[in-house]
């Protein structure tokens, strides 16, 4: 099983930055896909969220009108298209998967796979 994140780097405020996740080695098909960041410091936060097959998508509010999660099925990818990005978007950036239905709250356990992250900086 492999969650392999790409795309992230240094920008400038105002800038935009899209990130993939490539999927492999599980039943992508049938999980549901979301994003989470860490920033320094602080602990994990899930940013957004597309339910299997994408019949709906969910943002924090931090992040609404500003950011979309899509995925290409055949391609087993999953993007985190980040737009007018501020300093406090900085953090690494984490793909993961569940089976699972999403709640609004989950423990990191509770997500199947989880990738190696990527980093966003914002400056």
């Known amino acids: 099983v492999q969650l392999v994140e790409s795309g992230g780097g240094l920008v400038r405020p105002g800038e935009s930055l899209t990130l993939s996740c490539a999927a492999s080695?599980?039943?992508?098909?049938?999980?549901?896909m979301y994003w989470a960041r860490q920033a320094p410091g602080k602990g994990l936060e899930r940013v957004a969220v597309?339910?299997?097959?994408?019949?709906?998508?969910e943002y924090t509010d931090s992040v609404k009108g500003r950011i979309t999660i899509s995925q290409d099925i055949p391609k087993r990818t999953v993007y985190l298209e980040m737009e007018s990005l501020k300093p406090e978007d900085t953090a690494t950036y984490y793909c993961?998967?569940?089976?699972?239905?999403?709640?609004?709250?989950?423990?990191?356990?509770?997500?199947?796979?989880w990738g190696q992250g990527t980093q966003v900086t914002v400056s």
């Open positions: 597309i339910s299997r097959l994408g019949k709906y998508t």
């Open positions: 993961a998967a569940s089976y699972r239905p999403p709640i609004a709250t989950m423990e990191p356990y509770e997500y199947n796979y």
């Open positions: 080695g599980f039943a992508f098909s049938n999980s549901h």
